[in-house]
């Protein structure tokens, strides 16, 4: 799903924003968002996001899953000082929390959930899927 973002960003550039919220459904998660959150470089961010998507499977049945993000943060590029820093003083705490309430209050159950426009799509949906919805958007958008 990351792959397929990048893909329609590069695609639609300057005519479509893609805003990823976090939307953690356990402590888990939650603290995986703040893993991620606690990298200040976007670049490295971005890197330590894909990490975390990708490596999901192994970090959440992990006993330690805060060694697997140090090492995800280490291999992104951050600095580990301040990561460490961050998480323990769980500086982007009430951000995920006001994020989650916002999913809730527009619907979203679950993840991944994309909005394009007013419409809202549950589920992991493919690449030509989702093309197909921000075309359509864009071409009503150019009519107005």
Known sequence: MQDALREIVK???????????????????????EAVLCVKDSNQREEMSRFIY????KWRTSRYPESLWKSFAKSSGADLTAWEKCLKKRNYL???????DLGLGLGVRGTPTFFVGESKMEGSK????LKKVVQKKIFKFRKR
């Open 11 to 33: 695609k639609y550039d300057g005519r479509v924003l893609v805003k990823k919220l976090p939307f953690p459904l356990s402590e888990l998660t939650f603290r995986a968002a």
């Open 54 to 57: 990708k490596k999901q499977e």
């Open 94 to 100: 009430e951000k995920i929390k006001k994020t989650k």
């Open 126 to 129: 493919s690449i030509e899927r």
